[in-house]
Nanobody, 117 residues
Framework: QVQLVESGGGLVQAGGSLRLSCAAS????????MGWYRQAPGKQRELVAA???????NYADSVKGRFTIARDNAKNTLYLQMNSLKPEDTARYYC???????????WGKGTLVTVSS
């Protein structure tokens, strides 16, 4: 079972940028689609960006044009570049396969992003 460790979160002012990383304990090459998810307080976890093993990307409308997802299969790492951050981007961010697993134990701890106005 692959273990995922997210990092790179923090406190940033609106309009700022952050780069999230997700390190996998094993190869992600065989995982067709990887994604970044986020969960804001009191809300359901949502998929914000996804990337296939071929490099095809897809974004939620709320982040399109501001976020960029990338994957480095050789380093078993997934990235999320977040620009022009808004207070509504505040959430805990997770990486996982897309679709995401149903069991809570198959998710990492995530990394917290807080955007101040």
């Amino acid at each position: 079972q692959v273990q995922l460790v997210e990092s790179g979160g923090g406190l940033v002012q609106a309009g700022g940028s952050l780069r999230l990383s997700c390190a996998a304990s094993t190869s992600i090459f065989s995982i067709k689609t990887m994604g970044w998810y986020r969960q804001a307080p009191g809300k359901q976890r949502e998929l914000v960006a996804a990337i296939t093993s071929y490099g095809t990307t897809n974004y939620a409308d709320s982040v399109k044009g501001r976020f960029t997802i990338a994957r480095d299969n050789a380093k078993n790492t997934l990235y999320l570049q977040m620009n022009s951050l808004k207070p509504e981007d505040t959430a805990r961010y997770y990486c996982n396969a897309d679709p995401g697993p149903l069991r809570s134990e198959d998710w990492g701890k995530g990394t917290l992003v807080t955007v101040s106005s």
